[in-house]
């Protein structure tokens, strides 16, 4: 249990037990470490067909059909996850949740999950977003902890065109891909924005996962006196695309993004003695044609399981059975229907994101080149699994330092990309201690 409760900081080692201290390495090293070398020769493709004969999918065809026909509603799903909560429907003794839809104009809508404590008044404010394809209750085994706090009160919101709030279509005017950057982040900006006045808050904390961690970057950039603090959960967009800097090379594509699909919670929640930058890079293999082709075409991979019928859930297990294959069985099953939901539902924001995103999940305007201009306390956290760039984040931590401004990164050990699903004990202990710092 010793090592579930260390963790790496981007200069030296953050660990809650002295003996771990000196036994790790500190991630700020990493960015001094040799890259390997680009001489050997890339694995071979595969084709999608070969990718779909090798399924084994994890949902016998009764059951699919059966949970497709029978398929409950989003908002029936979502409460039955968050049902997992001690004062969820029902409160407790120190806290009571309310699940609210807040109207906004043009008929847009933004569903919020509300956790206020009822012991004493709220003197600060903590949003939760997100990431990609996800929802709200995906944190659900976070409010509690979180929400322990005194004096804070908790809004986890679904994003502009997820989960429960209003899916409008997505449709926006560019003349170009740097057009389009601005155009698709200002679509969940002035819905985010819009939500903050109906509520009436000042300024809050916003802790942000992947896909959200990046529109909540591009949120403090546009409104910076709304935000506290920043807490980055494996945000998406980070470094830069290296085949965009060196394009005179002409590589193909690369991503670690497929070990988001491939590797079980049993894999992300191990503890690896390895290095960050070695193990990082082995998991990136070269993109197919065929998935570039798609991206670049503004496919949603979700449109395939909307059109497969009753293999849409088949499809899904292949992602659920691997992502949540250490929880309790009950918790599993009511997260596969959750997201079988989220999956399912008529696509709108989620076709932000290849505007947002390079082929590789590469931003193509990267944080890196933007934060000089962010002058909020930020907190970057990875999991020591995680597929995303863990050197990035500590470089970034590195440069809001350079320019004055109070930044750190953190690794939650035995967690992968999902890192407050996989180690929630480890990462709500982070957030609180980052949330009791003076701003």
Not at 129 to 134: E, I, P, R, T
Not at 220 to 243: F, N, Q, T
Not at 262 to 270: E, V
Request: hydrophobic share 40%; charged share 25%.
């Amino acid at each position: 249990m010793a090592k579930s409760d260390s963790r790496l900081s981007a200069d030296a080692v953050s660990s809650t037990t002295s003996a771990r201290q000196s036994s790790e390495s500190p991630v700020s090293d990493l960015s001094d470490s040799t890259p390997p070398s680009s001489s050997k020769s890339p694995p071979p493709r595969r084709t999608f067909m070969s990718a779909l004969a090798r399924l084994e999918l994890p949902l016998d065809f009764k059951t699919a059909m059966s949970q497709w026909w029978n398929a409950p509603s989003l908002d029936v799903t979502e409460r039955t996850v968050l049902s997992f909560l001690p004062f969820f429907p029902k409160p407790d003794a120190t806290r009571k949740a309310e699940s609210k839809m807040i109207e906004l104009s043009k008929g847009r809508s933004l569903n919020e999950f509300e956790i206020t404590r009822i012991t004493e008044p709220a003197q600060e404010e903590l949003v939760v977003l997100h990431g990609y394809g996800a929802g709200l209750a995906f944190f659900y085994r976070n409010f509690d902890g979180l929400s322990q706090l005194p004096g804070w009160r908790l809004h986890a919101l679904d994003l502009l065109g997820y989960g429960r709030s209003s899916r409008p279509k997505f449709k926006i005017r560019a003349k170009d891909k740097y057009e389009a950057v601005h155009a698709s982040e200002n679509w969940f900006i002035d819905s985010l924005e819009e939500w903050r006045e109906k509520k009436g808050i000042e300024k809050f904390t916003l802790m942000a996962h992947s896909m959200g961690g990046y529109i909540g970057v591009a949120y403090a950039l546009r409104h910076p006196e709304r935000i506290k603090k920043l807490i980055l959960v494996s945000p998406a967009g980070v470094p830069r695309d290296p085949w965009i800097v060196h394009e005179d090379e002409a590589h193909p594509p690369s991503s670690a993004l497929g070990s988001e699909f491939t590797r079980t919670q049993a894999d992300t929640t191990k503890h690896s003695t390895r290095a960050v930058d070695k193990r990082q890079t082995e998991l990136k293999r070269p993109m197919p044609n065929w998935l570039v082709f798609l991206w670049e075409r503004h496919v949603s991979p979700f449109s395939f399981v909307r059109c497969t019928g009753p293999l849409g859930p088949q499809l899904v297990s292949l992602w659920t059975s691997h992502r949540f294959s250490l929880l309790p069985t009950d918790e599993a099953n009511a997260l596969h229907q959750y997201v079988l939901g989220l999956f399912t539902a008529p696509g709108s924001g989620e076709y932000a994101i290849t505007r947002l995103l390079a082929p590789g999940a590469y931003a193509r305007i990267a944080l890196l080149d933007r934060i000089n201009e962010l002058k909020i306390p930020t907190l970057w956290m990875y999991g020591e699994n995680d597929w995303m760039d863990i050197k990035a984040g500590a470089k970034a931590a590195r440069q809001m330092r350079a320019n004055g401004v109070d930044s750190k990164c953190v690794v939650i050990e035995k967690a992968g990309h999902h890192l407050y699903l996989d180690n929630p004990r480890d990462f709500n202990d982070a957030v609180v201690e980052a949330l009791r710092q003076p701003a």
